[in-house]
């Protein structure tokens, strides 16, 4: 018996219009083919997307490829048209696309790049879909071999049966063959003890992060684009002031991860400063794209006044290993000069602010060993200055963009959740500072 544990549907004509086809199916990278939006994020592989399934006969070979550093464990095969294409039979691949490379930027508007998982089944010389008529779809499935269900019905007789008992036979939980399918074991790498605690939702096929990731986990959607619509915050700073003085001011944001021993925390941060104690106008608006009017109570956009919030909540959940790279686009820094030839603003990047851990390494493939209770990310500043005797405005502007790779480690019965997965995730975060003087 097998379960499915995702499924998505994806186009099957031929990405480039040849009959009889030759490269068949969905790709994120050529921007051509589709997936059904709201399945293309899978329970299987920690809520990460799709990034590809296709066909390709020139190589006789199925290629299946998700966003993120995956194990190869977790699910046992994929179905296609009927035919099942087992894991352990596939070539397993990770790679990590550059920055640069044009295979970030497809034409057709997909996602970008980076890290990603590459399942390869070869020797598929004859077309796998049902049909290449063009508009042509089709349902995929992940599963695992057994009978664990995911969620759903689940019965003694069913944890029986997997245990290696005979169905309609008497079974209770305490029963050691029963105690030895309990996902604790599976955790801890040891049995629960004979009359330890032991609840049928321990019995459930173990799901990733993503399953059951409501508004209460205020989980954001990592679809940022290179064409930066997507941010996650804007973060403007504004201010107009009189007289022979110097001013400064500083607008300052960054991103962390911590797990506090119970939860792991990707929180966002943002503050500011100026050195005269003036009235300043900052605002720091999460952006419509990500934010919900369930997970913060009020409408969108929201406009925050705390200097942090969570990114991205992950409970019961432990981050073990953390890497980021960030990079800065559409960048424009004043160049100007004051009237004692000082610069008008400066850019200061990678910096330990908000109290937390500088991760000094700017690689999305770098892991830093996470320790409870400590916070660790990078920050970002546009510091703007007015000299005496200087009377005139200077602006400036940056969009950061942050991309996480994480490790992650946690057991939840009450959401059947187990992960010792790796995962990535993208935000966009933009500075924008507006400073002027007047005699």
Known sequence: ??????????????????????FAGFSD???????????????????????????????????FEVYGLHENAGW????????????SSATYSRFTVADNSSANYPTGGGEEGGPYTRWSWSGVSSFPFA???????QAMYVKHSGSMPASGALSMNTIHTVAGGSSGTSVGLNDSDVRALNWYNTVMGSPIASGGKNAMQEYYYPCNVGENQGYTRRRLPSTTSNSLNYKLSLNDLNYVTRGDFPVTTYLTVGMSIEFDGTD??????????????????????????????????????????????????????????????????????????????????????????FG??????????????????????RAFTIQSLLSRFTYSSTTSSVDIRFRWALRLFGYSPADRTFIEKDTTLNFMMSLNTYLQKQP
């Open 356 to 377: 937390f851990t500088l991760m000094p390494t700017n690689s999305i493939t770098s892991f830093v060993d996470t320790a409870s209770g400590t916070a660790y990310g």
């Open 29 to 63: 990278v050529i921007g051509d083919g589709t997936i059904n939006q709201s399945e293309k994020y899978l329970v299987a592989f920690g809520g990460n997307g799709v990034r590809g399934l296709f066909w390709q006969g020139g190589t006789s070979a199925i290629n």
């Open 1 to 22: 018996m097998a379960v499915t544990i995702s499924q998505f549907t994806i186009s099957t004509f031929d990405l480039f219009g040849f009959t009889p086809p030759v």
């Open 131 to 137: 049909s290449s008529a063009s508009g042509a779809t």
């Open 76 to 87: 046992d095969y994929i179905t296609i048209n009927g035919v099942n294409y087992n894991r």
């Open 264 to 353: 792991t925390r990707l929180r966002f941060w943002h503050g500011n400063l100026i050195t005269n104690n003036n009235t300043i106008v900052y605002t720091n608006t999460l952006t419509s794209q990500y934010w919900n009017a369930e997970a913060s109570g009020t409408a969108n956009p929201v406009t925050y006044s705390s200097s942090a919030n969570n990114a991205i909540l992950f409970e019961g959940v432990q981050v073990k290993q953390a890497a980021l790279l960030t990079s800065q686009h559409n960048e424009s820094i004043d160049t100007g000069l004051n009237a004692n030839n000082s610069n008008k603003a400066y850019a200061q990047y990678n910096q330990a602010q």
